[in-house]
DNA sequence: TACACTATTTATAAAGATTATTATTTAATA
DNA sequence: TATTAAATAATAATCTTTATAAATAGTGTA
């Protein structure tokens, strides 16, 4: 979104000895404005008229890289197309069962179910996930018909 | 797990007009007494030695019908593998990070975060998971040394 | 019990997402 | 500018799941 985080976010990449290559830059830059969570292929279609040469394997291997500095997060639902989230701030997500939107939202870290968890199953936890699913206000709208 | 358990799902199967056939009885039968969710292809190589012209098709289709009448959960993963649960009470899923390992716990159902997300996001909420995710027991054993 | 009807199975191909491979190109640094 | 390691492009391969069509087999009925 603002400048300043795309600033920060190739001094990161340059501090961990990555190279800024314009393909890079694009992908990055798409994920910073991006708003709704994009998939690999949705990143790579939208940069196709800037590259058009470039590969997929070239945005899955950018991802790689941001995910591995923790510059983005993975977003996994099934056999369906990982997204993309480049706000790595604590929030959770709510999704459409009808449209397959994804918006945030926040709610205090259930540290307890990690506590609750870790104890009763002797786990030595790291983290979780939490996703919340219904369905979004544009598509009851549309359902009302 | 109990053959009463089984014979309920037998009984429902029949009322859905499902035909029992040997190859369905079978999946089911290994879902029931499975205690790790295993995958399809987990089921396919298991009743392998029982039916070795049985189809993967047979086996996915099966596990369509057994989740849609209701017997089974899905549990998916990013781009592994669904797991299939035939414990449909509510409980959570704990996942080793090292050996991907599924245990069950207990915590009660998360109502406040539902609701919440609805008044923040004007979602209609139908349901949320969530999963812990930390390294088990014999994982933590195993790195000691 | 035999028949008929339809669901189910099998075998195979196909789809879709992601990763691996390798030759070519290029960014960063001296 | 030259060098070198890293990144890209093009392609093939892998893996899970679904689609298709022909063959098989459950189940109700005569």
Known sequence: MSEVRMQEALATLKSSGVRITPQRHAVLEY??????????????????GKFPNMSVATVYNNLRVFLDIGLVRELTYGDASS?????????????????????????????????????????????HRLEVYGTCTDCQNTSRH
């Open 83 to 127: 997204r993309f989230d480049c706000n790595t701030t604590d929030h959770y997500h709510i999704i459409c069962n009808s449209c397959g939107k994804i918006v945030d939202f926040h709610y205090p870290a259930l540290d307890e179910v990690e506590q609750l968890a870790e104890q009763v199953t002797g786990f030595n936890v790291s983290h």
């Open 31 to 48: 994920l910073m404005h991006s708003m709704n969570h994009p998939t690999a292929d949705e990143i790579y279609k939208a940069l196709e």
